[in-house]
């Protein structure tokens, strides 16, 4: 039974993991408000691919919570019916009202698809999250071994947060803070399926690390770091929001995103602490050397926004080796010191 707790663990997070790589992909291409409903997108099971089938058309079957694009704004039909001959026709008849929730109004076929992509990853993410929690209850059932079912259960609650929270920030046009709140909710479910990994029996890892003191500074000072860094992404959105082009976002933005670049020597500095005794000893374990691969490619993605403006490509790249840092850390604390 742990053996299979132990490999749904894995399959779970690494489902999780992706829906949090599509969702850096859809805060990079702009793609948020691709669906302006959850969770259909446009009233559809089936996101449409071109703007004939967000426009308004003669005799034509329209169910409940269908939206459309006419007059500059979005539109969503109450009830159910069969179009007449004039939108202006059936808007005065009540069959079309605002879509009130935000004034986004705006179709582009690949932000639709994109963010619709991410939807079904995160729906996905679901079913191993929730064969998890089945199994760890079937092993405090017959083996009195509750000790995975709480984080796998945690996991699962932090999903469904996660999910009503999306509908909120889609209902608010993306409202600010709650993208950050977001952000954190992807990421304890991460850490709670590792937990649930770790509870049924993983293998610890080998560090030459003789006290977690370093490590745990590391870990709480990257953490801080990725909560900053998704408050300097909140303000570039405001100045998309405002028109500024990406070549002028660095100058634009306030002062105190420059203490994120900082911060960038702290998090280099804890990790360095810990990582010395295997960097004195000359033989690093595998997983210092990806904490150190880790480190190394987020300073280049840094760099890169410096030196480049911020490209797109880099944004998404550089939030998941955050992650995956964090994430790193974390499960390292359980490790066992090389004697």
């Known amino acids: 039974m ?7 663990s894995r399959v779970a997070f690494v489902s999780a993991f992706l829906v949090v790589l599509a969702g850096s992909i859809v805060r990079m291409t702009g793609s948020g408000m691709g669906c302006p409903d959850w969770p259909r997108c446009f009233g559809l099971t089936i996101p449409p691919t071109e703007e004939a089938q967000v426009r308004w058309e003669p005799e034509t079957d329209y169910g ?24 202006d026709a059936d808007r005065s008849a ?32 679901g079913l191993p999250a929730l064969l998890l929690v089945a199994l760890t209850l079937l092993l405090g059932a017959r083996h009195g071994d509750w000790r995975p079912m709480r984080p796998a259960l945690g996991a699962l609650v932090a999903l469904g947060f996660v999910a009503w929270l999306g509908k909120k920030v889609v209902d608010g046009n993306l409202i600010p803070g709650s ?8 990421l304890a479910i991460l850490g709670l399926q590792l937990v649930a990994l770790r509870s049924a029996g993983a293998t610890p890892p080998l560090l030459h690390t003789r006290s977690k003191r370093w490590l745990w500074l590391a870990g709480l000072i990257t953490l801080a770091q990725l ?37 960038f020597w702290a998090v280099l500095g804890a990790h360095l602490a810990w990582l010395w005794p295997g960097l004195k000893a000359g033989r690093p374990t595998w997983w210092e050397w990806m904490v150190m691969g880790l480190l190394a490619a987020q300073f280049l993605t840094g760099l890169a926004f410096g030196w480049m403006g911020m490209p797109a490509a880099a944004q ?19 490790s066992r010191p090389i004697e």
């Open 2 to 8: 742990a053996f299979w707790i132990r490999r749904t």
């Open 64 to 87: 409940e919570g269908r939206m459309l694009l006419e007059h500059d704004s979005l539109w969503m039909a109450p009830v159910g019916h069969l179009s007449g001959s004039t939108f």
């Open 94 to 125: 009540g069959l079309w009202q605002h879509y009130t929730r935000h004034d986004y109004a705006h179709f582009n076929p690949f932000h639709t698809w994109v963010e619709f992509i991410n939807r079904l990853l995160g729906a996905f993410a």
């Open 179 to 186: 993208i950050t709140l977001h952000m954190l909710g992807a």
């Open 227 to 263: 909560v900053f860094g998704t408050q300097v992404r909140e303000a570039v959105d405001h100045l998309v929001h405002e028109g500024v082009v990406r070549t002028e976002w660095l100058d634009a933005l306030p002062a105190w995103w420059k203490g994120h670049r900082m911060a």
């Open 316 to 334: 998404p790249l550089h939030l998941m080796l955050a992650v995956g840092l964090v994430l790193t850390d974390g499960w390292l604390l359980g």
